[in-house]
């Protein structure tokens, strides 16, 4: 009897079909990823963005979960996008889904570098957004490592992105908005894959998170993200008096803060 040949691996591509739709959400199901995003201030690196990246990095490398809390407005979210390159992915996801025939470029390095997937529920998120939300967030990192390495995103040819399996760390922004049921499926999500967690909230957080005694046993990590720096909150409000047009507006006055705290 003639040796039979092994069966070619399934693909769910058609031809010409690099898998796109599953990077930019335009499956049906999903809404796009089209929209174009408010302007953010310019990122500026501070002391407090590199402990909250070395803590990340412990969380990541350790797959625990990290528990990171700070007052309002001392830069949380936009340490974690920065972390996680996440305007440089809805940038390139917006490129992707322009058409079939743009080439959006390679996926971008913090993407691949970081493999973290940032998630903020809405405030009024219910359990089965949430259910939803979760693996859609992940799995959209780890496709677009496919994507990095096979040029295409085929979820039957490269078993091992299933399941998210290439992200290495999902992060919450404002975690306070989980109640105590987001709270158990972010948990039951965290026990069922081999990733690191870190939940973002204001102070009082880690207080409230020590009362769930199955989710607390998890966090191996806890970082206090602290006010800017005199000197890097007079970078950053020089910045946003420049990129801002405030600084050339008609009349414009320097403002008091920059003649007391420093410089310009
Ligand atoms: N490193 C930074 N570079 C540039 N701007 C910054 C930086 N840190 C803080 N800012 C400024 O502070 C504002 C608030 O930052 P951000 O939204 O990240 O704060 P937050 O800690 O997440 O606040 P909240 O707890 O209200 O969510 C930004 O819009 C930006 O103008
Ligand atoms: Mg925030």
């Not at 992200?167 to 049921?181: M, P, Q, Y």
Request: glycine fraction near 8%.
């Amino acid at each position: 009897m003639q040796p039979t040949e092994p069966p070619a691996p399934l693909s769910l591509l058609g031809r010409n079909d690099d898998g796109r739709r599953f990077l930019t959400g335009a499956l049906g199901e999903f809404r796009g990823v089209t929209s174009t995003p408010p302007d953010r201030p310019p990122f500026l690196v501070t002391k407090e963005h590199r402990r909250f990246a070395e803590f990340a990095d412990t969380v990541r490398r350790h797959r625990y979960i990290g528990v990171c809390w700070g007052p309002p407005g001392v830069g949380k979210t936009l340490s974690a996008r920065h972390y996680a390159g996440t305007d440089d992915w809805g940038q390139w996801q917006r490129a992707l889904a322009a058409g079939k025939n743009t080439d959006p470029g390679p996926v971008p390095a913090a993407v691949l570098s970081a493999r973290t997937a940032l998630w903020t529920p809405t405030v009024t998120a219910t359990a089965k957004e949430i259910d939803q939300a979760l693996p859609r967030a992940c799995q959209q990192i780890s496709w677009a490592l496919d994507y990095h390495q096979h040029g295409h995103v085929d979820p039957l040819m490269h078993p091992e992105s299933a399941a998210s399996g290439l992200t290495e760390l999902l992060i919450v922004d404002e975690a306070d908005r989980l109640k105590t049921v987001g709270l158990e499926q972010v948990r039951d999500y965290y026990d069922r894959h081999h990733m690191g967690v870190v939940l973002i909230g204001m102070p009082g957080v880690e207080r409230r998170l020590a009362r769930y005694p199955q989710l607390y046993s998890r966090i191996g990590f806890a970082h206090e993200y602290r006010p800017l720096s005199p000197d890097e909150l007079t970078a950053v409000l020089t910045r946003r008096w420049h990129t801002d047009g405030l600084a050339t507006a008609p009349g414009a006055e320097v403002p008091d803060f920059f003649r007391t705290v420093g410089p310009k």
